[in-house]
């Protein structure tokens, strides 16, 4: 009877987050500089007309926007989530390990040597930087005495973190990119197109259909490695492999969005209350409740003072440094 009740408030919450996700979508859609009514947005999406100038303000520059936002929103959510159980740190983060700092300066880099690349070249770029900033973050976490842990993994991200970011600026001001990399040090989707999201959205899908195969022995590894090893999980197989994918994942929205941080800080913790430690069904909930968090993020981000545009990462930030200052406090105590 319990599993059974538990089973309908599981299905509960997707079906609310799937509503409250194509209700913010609408909603994000409709709203700006120019306000649209709902029946607009519906006929612009379903039966465009090119002749019309609302159904163009809605196909060329609102609706890849947001779906933009949700796409990158659902990687970075997935990509914490993925993190959080394959390192059982519960503060770990792309943007808070210095992955997405990697990206962004693989990025930075490609501005300045390679001025006219491609979006599908940057892409490549964005998750080489993700991938190397990853492999130097474990190989610094695990030089020191006793190994890698939860604690040194944190340190030697924000360390990471902090130098790639100087380096990063420093680029940018020796090339003078400072105008074109202000975009992804404070993140925004403004500028996704439809041909970024041809080439984002089946690699996100596809990456996060991938880690929710991985989902039952991510539970395990996030529950213990003892339990995991008994349990017949070959531990460093899938710590590697929820790696590359959130590696992939980091790589594709920041090569979007820029290096927005702490969505998948949030999100997980927040799904774990609601339904548990099952990664079954935290890696597909985590992805909607990303894609609210960072579409609600754009929006605030337009209308705070339009027609003037704050940045999203700062939104995000609002929500994410008090909640990061929660965990780490509460870490300490439990130490």
Request: proline residues 3%.
């Given at each position: 009877?319990?599993?059974?009740?538990?089973?309908?408030?599981?299905?509960?919450?997707?079906?609310?987050?799937?509503?409250?996700?194509?209700?913010?979508?609408?909603?994000?859609?409709?709203?700006?500089?120019?306000?649209?009514?709902?029946?607009?947005?519906?006929?612009?999406?379903?039966?465009?007309?090119?002749?019309?100038?609302?159904?163009?303000?809605?196909?060329?520059?609102?609706?890849?926007?947001?779906?933009?936002?949700?796409?990158?929103?659902?990687?970075?959510?997935?990509?914490?989530?993925?993190?959080?159980?394959?390192?059982?740190?519960?503060?770990?983060?792309?943007?808070?390990?210095?992955?997405?700092?990697?990206?962004?300066?693989?990025?930075?880099?490609?501005?300045?040597?390679?001025?006219?690349?491609?979006?599908?070249?940057?892409?490549?770029?964005?998750?080489?930087?993700?991938?190397?900033?990853?492999?130097?973050?474990?190989?610094?976490?695990?030089?020191?005495?006793?190994?890698?842990?939860?604690?040194?993994?944190?340190?030697?991200?924000?360390?990471?973190?902090?130098?790639?970011?100087?380096?990063?600026?420093?680029?940018?001001?020796?090339?003078?990119?400072?105008?074109?990399?202000?975009?992804?040090?404070?993140?925004?989707?403004?500028?996704?197109?439809?041909?970024?999201?041809?080439?984002?959205?089946?690699?996100?899908?596809?990456?996060?259909?991938?880690?929710?195969?991985?989902?039952?022995?991510?539970?395990?590894?996030?529950?213990?490695?003892?339990?995991?090893?008994?349990?017949?999980?070959?531990?460093?197989?899938?710590?590697?492999?929820?790696?590359?994918?959130?590696?992939?994942?980091?790589?594709?929205?920041?090569?979007?969005?820029?290096?927005?941080?702490?969505?998948?800080?949030?999100?997980?913790?927040?799904?774990?209350?609601?339904?548990?430690?099952?990664?079954?069904?935290?890696?597909?909930?985590?992805?909607?409740?990303?894609?609210?968090?960072?579409?609600?993020?754009?929006?605030?981000?337009?209308?705070?003072?339009?027609p003037r545009e704050f940045a999203i990462g700062a939104m995000v930030a609002m929500v994410g440094v008090p909640f990061f200052l929660y965990l780490a406090r509460k870490e300490r105590r439990e130490l």
């Amino acid at each position: 009877m319990m599993k059974r009740n538990r089973a309908f408030a599981v299905c509960l919450w997707f079906i609310a987050a799937i509503a409250a996700l194509l209700a913010t979508i609408f909603l994000a859609t409709s709203y700006g500089a120019k306000e649209l009514t709902l029946e607009t947005v519906w006929e612009a999406v379903f039966r465009y007309d090119a002749a019309l100038s609302s159904h163009q303000i809605v196909h060329d520059l609102r609706f890849p926007r947001v779906l933009g936002a949700a796409f990158t929103g659902m990687a970075f959510a997935v990509a914490g989530a993925i993190m959080q159980g394959v390192t059982r740190n519960p503060m770990a983060d792309t943007g808070i390990l210095g992955v997405n700092a990697g990206s962004a300066f693989v990025v930075a880099l490609s501005f300045a040597f390679l001025p006219g690349i491609s979006y599908s070249s940057l892409m490549v770029m964005s998750f080489i930087g993700a991938a190397l900033a990853t492999l130097f973050i474990v190989m610094l976490g695990s030089a020191t005495p006793g190994g890698l842990t939860s604690l040194k993994l944190t340190v030697a991200g924000a360390i990471v973190a902090a130098i790639l970011h100087s380096m990063s600026t420093g680029v940018a001001i020796y090339f003078e990119l400072s105008q074109d990399l202000a975009f992804w040090y404070a993140g925004g989707v403004s500028g996704v197109t439809w041909e970024h999201l041809r080439m984002l959205v089946p690699v996100i899908l596809i990456t996060i259909a991938w880690s929710v195969t991985m989902g039952r022995s991510i539970t395990f590894l996030s529950l213990g490695e003892e339990s995991a090893v008994n349990l017949g999980v070959k531990t460093r197989r899938i710590r590697l492999l929820g790696m590359t994918a959130a590696v992939i994942l980091s790589g594709a929205s920041v090569s979007v969005a820029g290096a927005i941080g702490f969505v998948g800080l949030v999100v997980p913790h927040i799904v774990r209350r609601l339904i548990g430690v099952d990664y079954r069904l935290i890696t597909p909930l985590s992805a909607i409740f990303g894609a609210i968090l960072l579409v609600w993020a754009d929006f605030a981000s337009r209308m705070v003072n339009p027609p003037r545009e704050f940045a999203i990462g700062a939104m995000v930030a609002m929500v994410g440094v008090p909640f990061f200052l929660y965990l780490a406090r509460k870490e300490r105590r439990e130490l």
